[in-house]
């Protein structure tokens, strides 16, 4: 998780939050949560906005 979150460049708070909210799928193993690099991937592609919206 705290390599996922560095590699989007958000708190690991912030990565934990979308994690408890669904927005990010993970596996968890025991106490740990894990994120498959896929799963970050489709996030990153899923949230990225181009250009101007007046919406």
Do not use: C, V
């Not at 927005?23 to 896929?38: A, F, V, W």
């Amino acid at each position: 998780m705290k390599d996922a979150a560095a590699a989007l460049g958000i708190p690991y708070s912030a990565l934990y939050e979308l994690t408890n909210r669904g927005d990010i799928e993970y596996t968890k193993m025991g106490s740990r949560k894990y994120i498959q690099r896929e799963h970050l991937m489709s996030f990153i592609a899923t949230n990225t906005h181009r250009g101007y919206s007046s919406s």
